[in-house]
């Protein structure tokens, strides 16, 4: 089955600073790839997503890279803000319409500091 | 506001009892999943419902077992409750039938602990 490594596992930036978290996948069967928010108490919020055919995908501040041939994928955060302090997971599944058995990576805790 | 809500929001029970948990998502997500997310861990999928019928299973024993009901509510039954059950439960839903545009809403969980 699937195997989905998340690395860091805690980041600490400074305010206004960027912050890279980095995803890697064993199937290459994959092709769809989300980034969840969670926040304390709450449940995992999809932030962004992308799937295999587009190699880089933004959002505002946020953008996530793919590289399929590497079988890695990163979510990029800029300008970072206090509010941005959470668990970030990023996940893998065959397509968008398989997102619901998702693997998901051990999460990132981001904290940023004001 | 998520659209999906989980009851309880805490739970003790001792091993070896049985426990049930609820998900009531929005109307129209006909597509349940459930998972596991232990402590400092990633969510686990532990199965999927899709209009009533089991739609995929992960790697968990038979003791973990589910419902889907026609008003889009769902639960999660977990029998002889061992002390590793203890975790924060998730079910996410999402409409299926519709083009894939928001993906799955997730409830923000049942934090059961087993002593």
């Known amino acids: 089955g699937e195997n989905v490594e998340q690395h860091p596992s805690t980041l600490s930036v400074q305010e206004g600073d960027s912050a890279v978290i980095k995803c890697t996948y064993s199937d290459s069967a994959s092709n769809y790839f989300p980034w969840y928010k969670q926040e304390l108490g709450k449940g995992p919020q999809l932030i962004i997503d992308?799937?295999?055919?587009?190699g880089e995908k933004k959002d505002q501040r946020i953008a996530v890279t793919l590289n399929k041939t590497a079988k890695h994928f990163s979510l990029h955060i800029t300008e970072t803000q206090p509010e941005d302090s959470a668990v970030y997971f990023c996940a893998a599944s065959p397509t968008p319409t398989n997102a619901g058995k998702s693997t998901f990576g051990d999460g990132t805790t981001l904290t940023v500091k004001p | 506001e998520t659209g999906v809500t989980q009851s309880p929001t805490h739970l003790i029970k001792t091993r070896g009892q049985q426990v049930t948990l609820r998900c009531s998502s929005q109307?129209?997500?006909?597509?349940v999943s459930w998972y596991q997310q232990a402590l400092g861990q990633g969510p686990q999928f532990i199965f999927q419902y899709y209009r009533e019928e089991e739609n995929g299973r992960g790697n968990f024993p038979p003791r973990f077992s589910g419902l889907q009901f026609p008003n889009y509510s769902s639960e999660l039954n977990v029998n002889a409750l061992e002390l590793d059950d203890s975790a924060l439960y998730l079910c996410a839903s999402r409409a299926r039938d519709r083009e894939f545009t928001h993906g799955y809403t997730f409830g923000s969980g049942t934090r059961l602990t087993v002593v």
């Open positions: 109307s129209g997500h006909n597509t």
């Open positions: 992308i799937r295999s055919n587009v």
